[in-house]
């Protein structure tokens, strides 16, 4: 199947309740996990850059071994630019091949902001290729954060409904709560439900994106420190508040990173620390594959997407 854009995905998710997983991807054993999750929960993906992970395996690389995924299932897959700084960046992935780019001006002013994603939207709808966009920053929340320091890097429902119709993007990601990394709560972990509930009134047919969406499983990292590593204190987004965001908003794409290289790192050095002879590449990364491979069955039902594709 070819590859698609997110589009009519979306359309289908916002009905039916449902979100669409975003994975990063780094190399060749992460995509295969991924894709072969998908492959058996029948499910959409997107399979997403970061602009590291194109440093670090280059852009056709891994344009590449995308388009095997693509050859191998018959499951819709979608290739997105994650986090996208300029329109240099947008327009390359734009011409090689992926079906949606995001823009991220969120560092910008609010009018920088508008202005960036306009001229990246303008070039890439005129190839068929859509746009996210992000308004607000991504921020940890501590338990006693204040109105005033929410306001100040969440995503405001007013300025969202502007910022869309000014920029025409295809959909927005907003800052509730969520953020990048294992370390995303120093309390109980909160999203403002009723930020989100405001955006979704003022942009009722924008589909929504949650970044820093991962929920950080405390299996996962017991299996990192089990065998040597030292990840403490950790906290992610419980996965009941991904399902509830999934299930009652538009929320239609869930970023997830962090939980695949938990994964990914455990696996791995559980094999070394039974084995420390092991120096067959494949005899690490191929049970980094599996667990990678679960982690995105895990995470296909937290979404509701099963039997999706």
Known sequence: MPLVSTKDLFKKAMKEGYAIGAFNVNNMEIIQGIIDGGKEMNAPLILQFSEGARKYARHEFLSHLVQAA??????????????????????????????????????????????????????????????EAELGKLAGVEDNISVSAKDAVFTNPDQAAEFVERTGCDSLAVAIGTSHGAYKFKGEAQLDFERLAEIQKKIPNTPLVLHGASSVPQDLVDICNKYGAQIKDSKGVPEAMITRAA??????????????????????????????????????????????KQVIIRKIKVLGCENKA
């Open 70 to 131: 693509t050859e191998l299932v018959n499951i819709p897959i979608v290739l997105h630019l994650d986090h996208g700084e300029d329109f240099e960046i947008c327009k390359k992935c734009i011409d090689g091949g992926f079906t949606s780019v995001m823009i991220d001006g969120s560092k910008h002013s609010f009018e920088d902001n508008i202005k960036l994603t306009r001229q990246v939207v303008d070039y890439a709808h005129s190839k068929g290729v859509v746009v």
């Open 247 to 292: 299930s009652q908003s538009n929320v239609c794409k869930v970023n997830i990173d962090t939980d695949i290289r938990l994964a990914c790192t455990g696996a791995i050095r559980k094999v070394f620390a039974e084995n420390p002879g092991e120096f067959d590449p494949r005899k690490y990364l191929g049970p980094a594959r599996e667990a990678i």
